[in-house]
């Protein structure tokens, strides 16, 4: 469920930008990352309210804690119920925006609503990106529930709207060369999703590029566990 509402929303945002017709259309970057962490904090309170006080919404961030505690037994359940809930999420968007898909030609643009794709292709160079915003992702949100920062710092619950704000530095700062998917399920869950669902006009869903956004954040993921642990 949290996953579901991460995709609905933040899928959600980028349509209203890209889409023809749509009120939104033209909005621009700002508002892309500012929805995309609004609904980051969304997808945190609603996953902790279904019942997951983890509320990862991430399989990077699922399977760098799974590393680190060295228990498995919720990775596979996770990443199998946050794609599923990123497949939803997307089709939400594609039964809201239903009539604007006719109108907009541009298939790259329906693309975009679903999933990542760089500014300038360079694999190796997109995969570095990936792991860098997923490094950024995963070490401070670390840092934000820590005990040092815990116990002088933020009451109970405000942990959620610090890490959206996190989320938005992340795509206003690091977001404009791959659109920083920084979670697997977030990029491969809508990717299926667009390859599934019978969207006007649409084009390829680009599986040449979809081994990056989903291999740079478990990687990123990885390392910035690894460095909390060491430090």
């Known amino acids: 469920?949290?996953?579901?509402?991460?995709?609905?929303?933040?899928?959600?945002?980028?349509?209203?930008?890209?889409?023809?017709?749509?009120?939104?259309?033209?909005?621009?970057?700002?508002?892309?990352?500012?929805?995309?962490?609004?609904?980051?904090?969304?997808?945190?309170?609603?996953?902790?309210?279904?019942?997951?006080?983890?509320a990862f919404l991430n399989p990077a961030v699922t399977l760098g804690f799974a590393v680190s505690s060295g228990d498995f037994a919720k990775l596979g359940p996770y990443i199998v119920a946050q794609l599923a809930g990123a497949f939803l999420g997307a089709t939400l968007v594609w039964l809201h925006f239903l009539p604007h898909w006719k109108e907009t030609p541009d298939q790259g643009l329906k693309l975009a609503v679903f999933c990542t794709a760089p500014a300038i292709r360079n694999f190796a160079g997109n995969l570095i990106i990936e792991i860098i915003g997923t490094f950024v992702l995963v070490f401070v949100v670390g840092a934000i529930y820590s005990k040092a920062v815990a116990t002088p710092g933020p009451a109970a619950g405000l942990g959620p709207y610090l890490v959206a704000?996190?989320?938005?530095?992340?795509?206003?700062?690091?977001?404009?060369?791959?659109?920083?998917?920084?979670?697997?399920?977030?990029?491969?869950?809508?990717?299926?999703?667009?390859?599934?669902?019978?969207?006007?006009?649409?084009?390829?869903?680009?599986?040449?590029?979809?081994?990056?956004?989903?291999?740079?954040?478990?990687?990123?993921?990885?390392?910035?566990?690894?460095?909390?642990?060491?430090?």
């Open 165 to 231: 704000c996190l989320v938005w530095g992340i795509g206003l700062s690091l977001g404009g060369t791959t659109g920083y998917a920084i979670n697997p399920a977030r990029d491969l869950g809508p990717r299926l999703a667009h390859a599934a669902l019978p969207i006007a006009g649409k084009g390829s869903s680009d599986w040449g590029y979809a081994s990056v956004p989903v291999m740079g954040p478990l990687m990123g993921a990885a390392w910035g566990l690894l460095l909390r642990a060491i430090g």
């Open 1 to 54: 469920m949290g996953t579901l509402i991460l995709v609905s929303l933040g899928d959600g945002v980028v349509a209203g930008v890209l889409l023809k017709r749509s009120k939104a259309e033209g909005a621009g970057w700002m508002v892309t990352t500012s929805g995309w962490a609004f609904t980051v904090m969304a997808g945190v309170f609603v996953s902790i309210l279904c019942g997951s006080n983890d």
